[in-house]
């Protein structure tokens, strides 16, 4: 996909009014090109001028930032090349600007709901589906002798562009969630949302992820372990979810999604205790039966998926265990997963990762440790603060370095989940440091989200400037509307970072996949204002 001869990308959903605020000139030639910033009723409030040209490895077009931070007034604007015939996209500058994104990809979340009927509002659209895969699922390929039995698993949400529910990544993605409430929830806990249980006991936040958790807990045997997945054995075609039909089967366990399950499941009962004690002790129960099953087999069990083809979410690298020992330790203080966890910790060489996706989810457990009150191993915690801050530093350079203040260099399947990751190592860094400019860089990675990037346009269906239209999602693909259903962050460009496309078709780069919405709430959430909420 190319962009316009010349063109003005910004953050089209807008900035927050102590931020860096910069935009992007592309494809312009020459020097010394000034700009001015007018509000929406044609007044000119700042004028400034776009830098010379910086290199951008994937782009033979010129690029030029400009910089209008001084700008902190609230209120909605747009930008003017001076003397060219070329505005951005009109954006708002205040406090909670963010508010009504995060509220939307929440509502993302409850349109992928599975076994029940969702609709859902959103610019004058309406979005319907059925109930669906009521019959979750038999038990065929999880234990032969059972074979044509059903054993109740409905609920949950669709992974992704496809109608599967998949144990290690809907894992992740609460990981994420329930981090965001660990560590926003004093903002986040008055979000309101349209979802059937607004106003009941939970939080709106919690009840959306209660939802989700609720099928987890299903997906656990008596012995502790856990399915990998509950899927058909091949993709759905592109239809609505209730006319995916076929049967679908829990696949036999595997210690990824077992020590998946314990980690979230123990973090859980930390996140519910103050509003359902007794759902929190199901949710500490859970977790221990599935760390007793890890225990017993002491090792490393794939989960056998040689009937299926559908996603794999197999994991080279197994650091759900070692997330799982940070939350259960975290939750329970157990003395053997303590020594467990130290031994792990000195012997598995832990560190912080810069750029990780559902592959790699020790992150979420060190998270969880560097906020920990309970005592770690003497010197532990200084150490995981240096790795942390670390990392952040090298998001930090990144950021600097890149024409449109990404954080991460690489392009790959999701790299857009990922960006949106970045923001969890540098709010944890600006946590511990009180360095604004981890805050600041976190802020550039949603301006690229929402239309700082080489393309000038939302990441974000439903969202921000000329946002994607095409997902490879089936019920927007399904149902008859133009317009996709909202709320969900497109994979993004890979393996250049001009190489999207907003097809249907191209799932590699425009698919839509609940831990890349899940990293995008994590940044919403951090710059959530329900104050401005009031106003």
């Known amino acids: 996909m190319g962009t316009p001869e010349a063109s003005i990308h910004l953050n089209s959903v807008g900035y927050v009014t102590d931020q860096k605020k910069t935009a992007t000139l592309v494809g312009m030639a020459g020097e010394g090109v000034s700009f001015t910033v007018s509000d929406s009723s044609g007044n000119r409030v700042f004028q400034g001028v776009f830098g010379p040209p910086v290199s951008h490895p994937d782009m033979e077009a010129p690029v030029r930032r400009g910089d209008f931070s001084p700008l902190t007034g609230p209120g909605t604007y747009r930008i003017q090349a001076d003397g060219l015939d070329i505005q951005s996209p009109w954006f708002t500058v205040g406090d909670g600007v963010y508010n009504d994104s995060l509220r939307l990809c929440m ?63 809907a894992g992740f993605a609460m990981g994420m969630m329930f981090s965001a409430w660990e560590h926003f929830g004093g903002s986040i806990a008055s979000l309101q949302l349209p979802i059937p249980e607004t106003g009941g006991t939970l939080p709106d936040y919690l009840a959306e992820c209660k939802f989700n958790l609720d099928w987890m807990l299903k997906m656990q045997f008596d012995d502790g372990r856990v399915s990998h997945k509950l899927t058909r054995t091949t993709f759905a075609p592109m239809v609505m979810p209730h006319e995916d039909t076929e049967k679908r089967y829990f696949v036999p366990w595997g210690t990824d999604a077992t020590a998946c399950f314990a980690a979230v499941t123990a973090q859980a009962s930390r996140v519910f205790r103050d509003y359902d004690p007794g759902y929190a002790d199901v949710c500490r129960s859970a977790s221990g039966k599935a760390m007793h099953a890890l225990k017993e087999v002491q090792g490393s069990v794939n ?20 997330w799982a020992l940070c939350e259960y330790w975290e939750t329970t203080g157990d003395e053997e997963v303590y020594r467990l966890l130290g031994f792990t910790l000195h012997n598995e060489n832990f560190h912080v990762d810069v750029d990780w996706d559902w592959g790699l989810s020790r992150n979420l457990g060190l998270y969880t440790l560097l906020r920990s009150k309970r005592e770690l191993p003497p010197g532990l915690k200084e150490e995981l603060e240096q790795d942390l801050i670390a990392a952040a530093d090298r998001l930090v350079a990144n950021s600097r370095q890149h024409p449109f203040g990404r954080g991460l260099k690489r392009n790959y399947w999701g790299c857009n989940g990922s960006i ?31 239309g700082n990037n080489p393309f000038g346009r939302s990441f974000v269906t439903g969202d921000g400037h000329n946002p994607p239209m095409n997902p490879h999602h089936r019920p927007s693909a399904a149902d008859g509307i133009r317009d996709p259903w909202p709320g969900h962050l497109v994979g993004g460009p890979h393996p250049t970072e001009l190489d999207w496309y907003d097809v249907t078709e191209d799932p590699r780069t425009n698919e839509t996949a609940i831990n890349w919405d899940a990293a995008l709430v994590y940044a919403l959430a951090a710059f959530y204002d329900p104050v401005a909420e009031q106003k």
């Open 303 to 322: 989960a056998d998926q040689s009937a299926f083809r559908t996603g794999r979410y197999a994991r080279i690298r197994h650091t759900d265990m070692e």
């Open 107 to 169: 509502l993302g979340f409850y349109g992928q709901r599975c076994g029940v009927p969702v609709r859902l509002e959103h610019r004058g659209k309406v979005f319907e589906k059925k109930a669906c895969h009521t019959e979750d699922g038999y038990l065929d390929y999880y234990d032969p002798n059972r074979k044509g039995e059903r054993k109740d698993a409905s609920g949950g949400w669709h992974d992704a562009g496809d109608y599967g529910k998949y144990i290690v990544n």
């Open 420 to 450: 949106a990751r970045t923001t969890m190592n540098l709010m944890e860094a600006f946590r511990i440091s009180g360095d604004e400019i981890y805050r600041l860089t976190a802020l550039d990675q949603l301006s690229y989200i929402y």
